[in-house]
């Protein structure tokens, strides 16, 4: 009895369709290539936009508390020939005065394109205070990407 035939025919059925075929298996890697290409191209729209919000933050908010304390204990904010450079290391003329590092890590961050922050005091955007801005994703200077610390109307 342990060879009737619909047992036989269902041991042979078993033993045809243990694996893929070849054509499934290629279907199923251009089907995974397709989904790949998909995802890799929108990562630069998900990353992209994240590294402009980055710049924003910084331009708008994180570096506003250190240039605010240095103004303070200083007199003025730093010149643009002092630059940024001045939250970290004391200016030659005024290093009695300076109370810093005013950031955090004591070093200047650079924008998520890997670039300095640009800085201007007084302001062209800005005229009673100061202008900092990312260059962008083009890294050129004036261009529609820039990110700064004026409103769109001072343009």
């Not at 936009?49 to 994180?62: I, P």
């Not at 005013?102 to 955007?125: F, I, N, Q, S």
């Amino acid at each position: 009895m342990s060879n009737s035939p619909s047992r036989l025919f269902s041991r042979q059925l078993r033993a045809t369709r243990r694996g893929f075929t070849l054509l499934e298996i290629m279907i199923a890697l251009a089907i995974l290539g397709l989904l790949v290409g998909l995802a890799v191209s929108n990562l630069e729209g998900i990353f992209g936009g994240a590294q402009t919000s980055t710049a924003k933050l910084f331009v708008n908010d994180s570096v506003k508390l250190p240039l605010t304390t240095y103004r303070i204990q200083m007199g003025d904010y730093p010149s643009t020939a002092e630059g940024l450079r001045a939250l970290v290391t004391p200016p030659a003329s005024k290093a009695d005065q300076w109370h810093g590092p005013y950031l955090a890590d004591g070093k200047l961050p650079k924008d998520p394109w890997g670039e300095d922050y640009v800085y201007r005091c007084p302001g062209t955007k800005n005229k009673n205070g100061y202008d900092i801005f990312s260059k962008g994703p083009d890294k050129t200077e004036g261009t529609a990407d820039d990110i700064g610390n004026w409103s769109d109307d001072a343009k």
